[in-house]
């Protein structure tokens, strides 16, 4: 079915693009005001070691964030694809609406929220995998309902490439596909699924994507151990708690337009046939609560069900009350955003952004248990302390007399530890960790008789060494709490050899 949009509901065009490059500018101008975070330096390192897949993510972001890294603009530059993205999303929800029939008024709307939502602003903040999840997912929603409403089956072939190319990215599409595709089966839009062009996307869609299942299917789907292994790292929510965070973190004035987007396929008919979408988002949210999923997982739903609330209420807009009304949650929007923002984007000095929590109150919701006792964010926290982290390892290392060195080789705890090391040490050997890809890289071609160990505890290594000797220690004011207070101690003769303890310190988390 085709839904036809007048010449007076068609803004400009250059609009929605202006829209997109004023929030992508926005983002790039706080893009290198930190340092890197804890995953891309791990990404970076895995990039280096290029393959088509890592225990837990598809090869797409590790090869970006390498490739980046080259061109030596630091932070900023492993940013300004997250950015873009972040723009790109704006634009692509202001162009959906009017794809629905949306004037004006629904493309701001829809354009606005995209913007303003706190998930959705924090969640490009780095180069990461859920980066452009919302944009993603944006898209294929799109792409699907041009194919429903045009008779488009080049959007279904495009459908196609964007899904492989995201599963490359990140293995979290399956669960939108799996939404959707249950949509599609329990409603009229089912005659997509007998569209040739559909399954020619589908075809194209696995080509891309086969390479890194493949890989996983070598290694023996280490993915899904980490998966299952999260439910235990991450921090339990009850439903209630969780509802509340949502409203919370995709900014309360915008409420409205996300539950007037699960509603209103089903309450008018004019937006009848994108009842596929709904229920492929209630789909995927229950596989995100039923998996104790942390909240940013939902948020790539968020836009689509933006686009559809604010197509729906826009043409109710019309006597002066409401328009005022309208005005005044627009205002009250970019009031939470801004009071927001510093929590989401790294705007402020680590010192003020600490004063600003206490002040506010305004802390995320704890995702993982380990998270307690940090003094920021744990956004801004793990983009701070990795070369205080460096220089401690760097200054035992120098203690070590030179030909004990050559013997000795240098164990952490986490990957973050490890890309660290790996890409602020001077002079050490190769990082070594049971944590995720670095388990599966091994000793890296090291035959060490000693340890330098980074860990929680001195009497925990003391077993298995000759000797232990207290190098250091790790701190710095900013970092994961966690991170600081850990002995870096020399175990010397470790017996028996790292090598055969290997296999126990494997750790998929």
């Known amino acids: ?27 790039l101008l706080f893009a290198g005001r930190y340092d890197l975070f804890r995953d891309e330096l791990y990404f970076i390192v895995c990039g280096q070691h290029p393959a088509f897949g890592y225990v837990d993510q598809p090869p797409g972001v590790p090869l970006l964030a390498a490739g980046l890294f080259k061109l030596g603009w630091g932070a900023f530059g492993l940013r300004v ?64 309902v041009k194919a429903g409403r045009e008779g488009d089956d080049r959007a279904l072939l495009g459908a196609g490439l964007l899904v492989g190319l995201t599963l490359e ?40 994507a086969v390479p890194s299942f ?16 999260a439910k235990g790292k991450n921090a339990a929510v009850d439903a209630m708690p969780f509802l509340v965070n949502q409203v919370l973190v995709m900014n309360p004035a915008f409420a409205p337009l996300w539950m007037a987007g699960l509603a209103a396929p089903f ?9 596929f979408l709904v229920i492929g988002a209630v789909v995927v949210i229950v596989i995100v609560r039923l998996g104790h999923g942390k909240d940013y997982y939902l948020a790539p739903l968020y836009p689509t069900l933006f686009v559809i609330g604010a197509t729906a209420l826009a043409p109710w807009v019309k006597s002066m009350p409401v328009k005022v009304g309208v005005a005044a949650i627009a205002v ?16 402020l000095s680590p010192a003020a952004l600490e004063r600003y929590v206490l002040a506010t109150g305004l802390a995320p919701q704890q995702q993982e248990r380990s998270f307690a006792g940090t003094a920021l964010p ?18 035992a290392w120098a203690r070590i007399p030179a030909p004990e060195r050559a013997v000795t080789a240098i164990k952490v705890d986490n990957y973050g530890e490890a890309a660290a090391l790996d890409l602020y040490g001077q002079g050490l050997p190769p990082a070594l960790s049971g944590h995720n890809q670095y388990y599966l890289w091994g000793l890296r071609g090291q035959h060490p008789i000693h340890v330098l160990s980074v860990q929680d505890h001195l009497a925990t290594m003391q077993p298995y060494c000759r000797k232990v000797t207290l190098l250091g ?31 126990d310190l494997k750790n998929f988390s």
């Open 169 to 208: 990215i990140k293995y979290a599409m399956l669960f939108w596909m799996v939404g959707l595709t249950a949509g599609l089966l329990v409603t009229p839009g089912r005659v997509l699924l007998r569209r040739p062009a559909l399954w020619g996307g589908v075809a194209i869609a696995a080509i891309i």
């Open 214 to 229: 493949l890989w996983q299917y070598a290694h023996g789907f280490p993915f899904l151990e980490l998966a299952a292994a």
């Open 378 to 395: 744990q956004s801004m926290a793990d983009q701070l302390g990795w070369r205080d982290f460096a220089r401690q390892v760097d200054a």
């Open 1 to 27: 079915m085709t839904v036809p949009v007048s010449g007076a509901k068609c803004p400009d065009q250059r609009l929605a693009l202006v829209a997109g490059l004023a929030v992508a500018a926005f983002h």
């Open 332 to 347: 009250a929007a970019v009031i939470v955003a801004a009071l927001a923002a510093p929590v989401a984007l790294p705007i």
């Open 81 to 144: 694809p997250t950015a873009l993205a972040g723009g790109a999303l704006v634009w692509l929800a202001m162009r959906f609406a009017r794809l629905l029939g949306g004037g004006r008024l629904a493309q701001a709307m829809a354009g606005l929220a995209c913007a303003l939502a706190p998930m959705l602003m924090g969640i490009v903040a780095t180069l990461n995998t859920s980066a452009f999840e919302p944009l993603a997912w944006t898209a294929l929603a799109h792409l699907l």
């Open 267 to 275: 309450l008018a008919r004019r937006l009848a046939d994108l009842r």
């Open 473 to 503: 220690q790790t701190w710095s004011r900013y970092a994961m709490a966690y991170e600081n207070g850990k002995v870096i101690a020399l175990c010397e003769n470790v017996k028996p050899s790292l090598t055969e303890m290997w296999p």
